[in-house]
Every structure is written in C-alpha cells, then in structure tokens.
C-alpha cells in the first residue's frame, strides 16, 4: 500500500454518491478538506451536492478514473460493490483506505464467509453451493429452516430466501440459478446488534460501542444506542469487531452486524466496510461521529473520542412515508420535539424502500428516547 504523510493530504477521493459519502464530505469539508466524488449516479447525487468537485462516469472508465487520481490525495469507498479492478487500479496510484483486501472481501458473501472461518470468528454455519444438488446437500446437511443468499451483490434482505418445512428446493433455487449462493443456518436470535467503529493507519481501534437493531422487512428501522444487552454481549461484540478489523489490516470506519442468542451468544452476520446506517446515531450522540473517524483514518489522523454521551435512538426515513414521489411528509412531530434532530440525504425523488433520510431522538434513558422516537414515527406515517 503507498503511503501518504498526513499533513500533505489536502484532497479526499470518495468512490460512490450516496448519503454515506455526503455525510463523510460534510464532516472533512467542516474541517479543511477538499472533497472529490467519483460515482455513476447521475449529477445531482447526495454525496455530489457537498462534494467540491464530482466526476460522473462509470467505474471502468479509464480517463474518468485518470481524472479522479490526478486531483485527490488518497481514496475511500463509500459503498462496496466496486469492481475489483477498479480497486487494484487504484491501490497501485494512491493509498485506498479501507484497502483493496477489506472491500474485495466484504462485497461478497462466500468470501466474507470463507474470512470469517478462517479466523475463527463466529458466524453461522454456511455452505457454498452453485447448483440444485448443491443445495439438496446443504439442506440436508445445515437442516431447515435455513436461508440461501447469493454469493455477490446482496444487501437488505435481497437475494435471500428462507428455506422452511414445507419450501420446495427446485422452485427456490429457479430464482437463484447460474448464480453462486451461500446455504446458512437460520439462527434464532433474541436481538440484533451492530458494532461500528474505526481503527486507524497505526493500528488504533476506536469503537462507538453495541447498538441494537430492529429491521422492518429486512432494512434497518431502527437503532438503539447503547444496545439493551448484558455487558458481557457487548464486550463479546466488541471483541469480534476488533478481530475482524485486524484479519481484514482495516483503516476506516467499519460496521459488524451480528445476532444475540438466548444462550448470550454473540454470532457475525455481515461486515460493512464502511460507516453504515446504524452507526448515524453518533451525530447526534456521540463526542467524535462514525463519518469524522472515517476521514480522520484515511488521511492518516488519530481518532476521536467515540464514547456516547447521551442514550439515542436513529429511526431510518424511506420513501414510504413520502406523500408521493417528490412530496415529504410534513415534519412537525420531529420540528416539536426539542431533542429530535432531522437528516435528510437530498435525494429528489421517493420510492417505497428509498432510504430518504432518518431522525434522531436523545433521551435521559433508552426508554424514553425509545417511546419518544416510536411516537413520532408513527405520527410521520
Ligand atoms: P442480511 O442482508 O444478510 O443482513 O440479512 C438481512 C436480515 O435478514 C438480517 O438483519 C436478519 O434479520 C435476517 N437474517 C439474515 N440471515 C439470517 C440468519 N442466518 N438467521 C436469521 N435471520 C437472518
């Protein structure tokens, strides 16, 4: 990996547009640095709109990416489904924090897997499978119910199916063939959680501590901060994070979503090599935010405090509750609640699932800031 001198880097280059690279560009732009996004979306994207300059073109597009290097001093990704010889090309010119290793793993799930196996970091058990007797075997094998999800390109609940008593093997696999999939055990969990944190390019770790997660059809609802768990869960938590931010040499904010069992078990689900949707709580709730400890890892900086300084709870705002495609819901709940802060990504159309934006909601405990958040989500709808 090249390495940079942190003072010479003036200029951050972000693969993708999305809201997570505008609240990245927001938080470094506050503090100096230059921000240049490189995206296929069309011009008018969230990162875009606080970005200092905006190549639009497709990621194997030689002079676009001739472009991108020529004006930043050392890149990041905001979203991981990047082509592998877009990473390598890259890597080879300027320091790409989180490196090629973490995002080439992290943007598939057979790899993900195979890493979190090899490490011996707890994960459900899984099988690799590429066709129908495959997955006859693994079924067997794993028993039901279990759940098969595409090897590549899959995120909120996409590319999965739920395999139960009575599912029928040929018909699932009809939506997943010609296509590598992982068969994994279904786990019976109590509740889920997430660790986000960073490490930097010394090898510091800095974590925002155990949030807990409720999804609503398989996208994030709602996250909880601190996590209701035993201290124990969360150390445990704490600990896989660390593991898996080694194993993968991450410089950079990272998520680890993982399931708690009844028994106190702490299992990985999925690594998110990036800051992530239920890291957006630390905005509002903690000292130093996952998007500050992202510029701060990549150009070379220590980290921040990360610690929570109040209980707080982030509710995600999709397209769902959008009066129709270009007409937000009237945000008076949240505009009356002293406490509650609104974020909005700037995306100009709604659709259902669309993550428009989310609100947070600070409490004197997790309760309250619960209750809180519950009744202005469902005034909202
Ligand atoms: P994923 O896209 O893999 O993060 O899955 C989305 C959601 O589906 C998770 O947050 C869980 O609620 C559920 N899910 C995924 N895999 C499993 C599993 N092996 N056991 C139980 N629930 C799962």
């Excluded at 990473?87 to 195979?114: D, I, S, W």
Aim: aromatic share 6%; net charge negative; with cysteine.
């Amino acid at each position: 990996m090249l390495s940079t001198s942190p003072c010479n880097i003036r200029t951050i280059g972000v693969l993708g547009g999305g809201q997570l690279g505008r609240m990245m560009a927001l938080e470094a732009r506050r503090a100096g640095f230059k921000v240049v996004v490189l995206t296929d979306e069309p011009p008018g994207s969230p990162a875009a709109q606080f970005a200092d300059a905006t190549i639009h073109s497709g990621y194997s597009d030689p002079a676009a990416l001739r472009s991108f290097l020529d004006q930043v001093d050392v890149v990041t990704a905001e979203f991981e489904n990047l082509p592998d010889s877009l990473l390598q090309a890259v890597e080879a010119e300027r320091p790409l924090r989180p490196g090629r290793k973490a995002l080439f793993t992290a943007q598939h799930r057979e790899r993900e897997k195979m890493f979190l196996r090899e490490q011996g970091i707890a994960c459900a058990e899984f099988r690799v499978i590429e066709d129908l007797a495959g997955l006859e075997a693994a079924v067997a094998e794993i028993g039901r119910p279990c759940v098969v999800k595409t090897a590549a390109f899959g995120y909120d609940g996409k590319g999965q199916a739920k395999i139960v008593e009575d599912t029928s093997l040929p018909e699932t696999w009809a939506a997943f063939e010609g296509q590598r999939a992982v068969v994994e055990q279904w786990v019976s969990f109590v509740c889920e959680v997430s660790v986000v944190g960073a490490r930097d390019v010394q090898g510091h770790m800095a974590v925002h501590g155990c949030i807990e997660n409720e999804h609503a059809h398989h996208i994030l609802d709602v996250s909880i901060a601190p996590a209701r768990v035993d201290p124990a869960v969360t150390s445990r938590a704490i600990e896989l994070w660390e593991a898996v931010a080694v194993g993968l040499d991450y410089v950079g904010t990272m998520a680890v979503e993982m399931f708690v069992t009844a028994a106190g078990e702490v299992i990985v689900n999925e690594i998110a090599p990036r800051p992530h949707n239920s890291g957006h709580h630390t905005i509002d709730g903690c000292m130093t935010n996952q998007f500050q400890q992202q510029f701060r890892a990549v150009a070379g900086l220590p980290l921040g405090d990360p610690s929570l300084h109040s209980p707080i709870v982030m509710v995600n705002l999709l397209g769902d509750v959008w009066r129709d495609e270009t007409t937000p819901p009237d945000w008076t709940p949240i505009w009356s609640h002293p406490r509650a802060k609104l974020h909005l990504y700037g995306k100009a159309t709604a659709r259902a699932k669309r993550k428009m934006g989310h609100f947070t909601v600070i409490g004197d405990t997790v309760e309250e800031a619960l209750a809180d958040a519950r009744a202005i989500q469902s005034q909202l709808r």
